[in-house]
Every structure is written in structure tokens, then in C-alpha cells.
T-cell receptor, first 113, second 111 residues
Framework: DTGVSQDPRHKITKRGQNVTFRCDPISEHNRLYWYRQTLGQGPEFLTYFQNEAQLEKSRLLSDRFSAERPKGSFSTLEIQRTEQGDSAMYLC???????????FGSGTRLTVV | KQEVTQIPAALSVPEGENLVLNCSFTDSAIYNLQWFRQDPGKGLTSLLLIQSSQREQTSGRLNASLDKSSGRSTLYIAASQPGDSATYLCAGGAMAGKSTFGDGTTLTVKP
């Protein structure tokens, strides 16, 4: 078990382009979470999955954001028509069951220029 | 809505000192409280998890406590070392699994 993996580690994109990030959770973990963190702030909740079902989506997530977890394994987070305000670290975490604490990946640093 | 506050935002101590980091939360119906360490530009590393039924957890030089009635958690670091320099974040977990994070305390331990 290699922990939670996120790809890519860094992404630089031009404003208006679409980007997609991938997260591979710990294999036996049913819960998968996405958070966003800007400099000097704590992570903010975006969305989470129980297996393949997306159970909650933050109001922070505009309709330009979409997340999927097909077959309850890896997850993707897509941002369409990126804006400079989307520049942040996107963090993925997983847990075996609710309330057992998170294991985080190393994050994807997005820079929109 | 759960709100989590960490004060101070930054702390500098000499090597060898014992120190306490503070975390306050507004909703006492917290399910768990998790402390993390974050190095610059990196992800979060879990340090300690306290379930709502517990009062404290210990790992090596770290001890975390939870007082739901007062809405407070503390992280105690004994005999601090320069390698402990990092940002420490606390997160209050809800039963459904979603967590609310504080903005962290950035610790600098000077040799």
C-alpha cells in the first residue's frame, strides 16, 4: 500500500483551459474527499464520495467543477474554463469508514496564468 | 456550522522547549478531532486522531487532548526540535465524515 496518490503534482495552465486531476486512494478505503487549500489557509471541503456515490458537494464548487469516482476506485476532479481564482493546492484524502480520520495525498498545485 | 480557530497563527521557540498549540471549535457535536502537520508545499500528514469519546491521544513526544464541553483541543509537543518546524492544523470531524479545518499554527523551532 503506497498511500494516497495524486497526479499531477504541479499543473500550470492558461486561463480558460480545462484541467483534470486524479486521485488514487488507499485501496480498502471507501470514502474519498477533495479539499482545496490556498496559501495561509486551512483546507476547504469540496466534495466527497462513498464508493462511487457522490454524497455531498460544497457550495464552493461552482458548476465549472465536476468530480467522479467511477467503480469506487480512483477519482477525478475536473475544472472547466479555469480562472485565476482557481489557483490553489487541491488535496485528496481517503478513509476506511466515516469518522476514522483522513490520510491525505501530496496534493496537486494548480497555477492559472 | 462548525468553525475551527487556531491561535496563534505563528509561534517561534528555542530548541528543547515544551510547547502547546491550541485549537477551538464552535460545535461540540464533534465526532473526532485530528491534528496534522504540513511542510511547505506538501500535503498533510496525520499526527493524532482523537475520537469524541476519548480525552487524549499520545504518540512519542506528542500529546493531544480534547475537551468537547469547552470546545477546545491542544497539541503538546515535548522537547521541541528544529525538525518539528512546520504548520500544524487541526480538523473537527463530523459523523458523516466531512471535516472543518483551522488555518493552522506555523511553528519555528530555532537551534
Amino acid at each position: 500500500d503506497t498511500g494516497v496518490s495524486q497526479d499531477p503534482r504541479h499543473k500550470i495552465t492558461k486561463r480558460g483551459q480545462n484541467v483534470t486531476f486524479r486521485c488514487d486512494p488507499i485501496s480498502e478505503h471507501n470514502r474519498l474527499y477533495w479539499y482545496r487549500q490556498t496559501l495561509g489557509q486551512g483546507p476547504e471541503f469540496l466534495t466527497y464520495f462513498q464508493n462511487e456515490a457522490q454524497l455531498e458537494k460544497s457550495r464552493l464548487l461552482s458548476d465549472r467543477f465536476s468530480a467522479e469516482r467511477p467503480k469506487g476506485s480512483f477519482s477525478t476532479l475536473e475544472i472547466q474554463r479555469t480562472e485565476q481564482g482557481d489557483s490553489a493546492m487541491y488535496l485528496c484524502a481517503s478513509s476506511p469508514v466515516p469518522g476514522t480520520g483522513y490520510t491525505f495525498g501530496s496534493g496537486t498545485r494548480l497555477t492559472v496564468v | 456550522k462548525q468553525e475551527v480557530t487556531q491561535i496563534p497563527a505563528a509561534l517561534s521557540v528555542p530548541e528543547g522547549e515544551n510547547l502547546v498549540l491550541n485549537c477551538s471549535f464552535t460545535d461540540s457535536a464533534i465526532y473526532n478531532l485530528q491534528w496534522f502537520r504540513q511542510d511547505p508545499g506538501k500535503g498533510l500528514t496525520s499526527l493524532l486522531l482523537i475520537q469524541s469519546s476519548q480525552r487524549e491521544q499520545t504518540s512519542g513526544r506528542l500529546n493531544a487532548s480534547l475537551d468537547k464541553s469547552s470546545g477546545r483541543s491542544t497539541l503538546y509537543i515535548a522537547a521541541s526540535q528544529p525538525g518539528d518546524s512546520a504548520t500544524y492544523l487541526c480538523a473537527g470531524g463530523a459523523m458523516a465524515g466531512k471535516s472543518t479545518f483551522g488555518d493552522g499554527t506555523t511553528l519555528t523551532v530555532k537551534p
